[in-house]
């Protein structure tokens, strides 16, 4: 059975535990990688595949404190309507780096499924390219664009302890979140931008 995917809150309240975990620094993956290090990239790659709303999941999402991503460099869809899970379709990095960007970055909102509800405005590069390793530990050197560069740049940041709430953009959340959103978010011990509401 795969982990589940932690969150900042759920069902109107915090989850503490999981914000801790969802905040502390990932650790590099020594090379060549161990039994155990081989066992969590599988477990990614494993729970990333059944999450079908998922463009990319880290390690730390699932309570792996290791540098490893999966994100869809293709999104393609079987008979059933589902995202496919062929390889080719996907691409995991192993203590991945941004060695070079591009261009001016560009705000668009994203979500994330470590913070359900809500759309944050975010910048990002346009284009990256990223150092780093496969799932099988072969070197990566690879260029992204456009939005997949987005995505590569979404999940580098779960690798810091990183979120889409950090960066002083708007935050926007469905209307019927309004309570929610207005009376736990907005203590002083959760720091975050104003958040908006909008209709879902």
């Not at 463009?55 to 309507?81: S, Y």
């Not at 907005?186 to 931008?193: I, T, V, Y």
């Amino acid at each position: 059975m795969s982990p589940a995917v932690l969150t900042l809150w759920t069902d109107n309240k915090l989850n503490e535990q999981d914000t801790t975990t969802l905040r502390r620094p990932s650790r590099e993956i020594a090379l060549p990688y161990g039994a155990e290090d081989l066992r969590d990239i599988q477990t990614l790659i494993e729970t990333f595949l059944q999450t079908d709303d998922a463009l990319g999941l880290a390690a730390p999402q699932i309570g792996i404190n290791k540098q490893i991503i999966a994100f869809r460099t293709k999104c393609l869809e079987d008979k059933a309507g589902a995202w496919t899970k062929e390889e080719g379709t996907y691409q995991v990095l192993v203590n991945p780096r941004i060695t070079q960007a591009r261009g001016e970055q560009e705000i668009q909102t994203e979500g994330c499924l470590s913070c359900p509800w809500i759309q944050a405005e975010v910048p990002r590069f346009p284009e990256i390219k990223v150092r780093g390793y496969n799932h099988q530990g072969r070197k990566i050197n690879q260029r992204y664009q456009d939005f997949l560069a987005r995505v590569v740049q979404h999940e580098l940041d779960h690798l810091a302890g990183r979120l889409i709430m950090d960066y002083g953009g708007n935050i926007y959340y469905p209307r019927k979140y309004q309570d929610f959103f207005s009376t736990v978010l907005s203590k002083p011990e959760f720091p975050f931008p104003t958040f908006k509401s909008i209709d879902n």
